[in-house]
């Protein structure tokens, strides 16, 4: 396929990061689809913002688009493939899901004529060049990079497997998004065993970030979290699969699990990791 200007894009879904990632294609002169049928008034709002244009449903976008871009959470990567089965174009999987999930995602929309490309997002929403990289893997990844070109997304393509791309983002989210949760978790046990205070005075002295870090962990947990959870559960399948232990990002599963969902972090930090901390524990005074 000749990815010119002309090519249209259909975009499932424009959270925050779609959203972005449409508004970097939409920005290069391309038409860009969505499906507004199940989606909020805050979905909607995103979509006009980043330029694109409502298509009404998921199968509309299937049935007028060449490449279609799946950014949604990951326990939505096979509903959203499955929701343009018949779809002949392109089909760029771009969600935080182990490569054997890919790999059922990819029979799923080549059974129905599609040309799969794998695809991993690391950064936050593209908004300027240097900051996100989409990492692209399989036969035609090529013909997506070219999407991109002079966009604020730095789509690079990799050597390897067709599932390549997906094992980069589950590997580097290991880290980022499993860290994070550890480092709840360490701070939850001190809550516990009544030495927060002592844990703190100590990583004053020998590891003075960590207080700062803990309160941005308290922040990604409350309003991202309850999205890591099945990023989580994908990234300890990514482990087992290459015989490696999952233990780890099971329990960050279920740290985030048992974060509360808000919209945005209102409360002061220090009330918040409190308030957090207290529902780890589960203290019923502070929950």
Request: hydrophobic share 45%; charged share 20%; net charge negative.
């Amino acid at each position: 396929m000749d990815m010119v200007n002309a090519t249209v894009i259909g975009l499932l879904h424009p959270g925050e990061m779609g959203a972005a990632v449409g508004q970097c294609l939409a920005g290069a002169g391309y038409t860009v689809l969505w499906a507004s049928d199940g989606r909020g008034p805050e979905t909607a709002a995103r979509a006009r913002a980043a330029g694109l244009t409502d298509a009404g449903t998921a199968a509309e976008v299937a049935e007028r688009a060449d490449v279609i871009f799946a950014i949604c959470p990951p326990h939505a990567a096979l509903d959203t493939a499955w929701a343009v089965q018949g779809f002949g174009g392109f089909y760029v999987d771009a969600n935080a899901i182990s490569p054997a999930t890919a790999r059922e995602v990819a029979l799923m929309v080549e059974e129905g004529g599609a040309i799969y490309v794998d695809g991993g997002i690391i950064g936050l929403p593209p908004t300027r060049p240097g900051g996100t990289r989409l990492y692209l893997s399989g036969a035609q990844a090529h013909d997506v990079r070219g999407l991109f070109d002079g966009t604020a997304l730095d789509a690079r393509v990799i050597d390897g497997g067709p599932w390549s791309a997906s094992a980069v983002k589950m590997a580097y989210a290991a880290w980022t998004k499993g860290t994070t949760a550890l480092l709840l978790a360490a701070r939850a046990l001190a809550r516990a065993e009544g030495v927060e205070k002592a844990l703190l005075a100590e990583w004053a002295l020998s590891q003075p970030s960590l207080a700062d870090r803990s309160r941005a962990a308290t922040r990604a947990a409350t309003t991202k979290g309850w999205r890591w959870v099945a990023e989580m559960e994908e990234i300890a399948s990514s482990m087992v699969s290459v015989g490696l232990p999952d233990g780890f990002h099971q329990a960050a599963a279920e740290i985030y699990r048992r974060s509360p969902r808000e919209e945005s972090s209102a409360a002061p930090d220090d009330q918040a990791v409190d308030a957090l901390l207290g529902i780890l524990i589960g203290d019923p005074a502070r929950d």
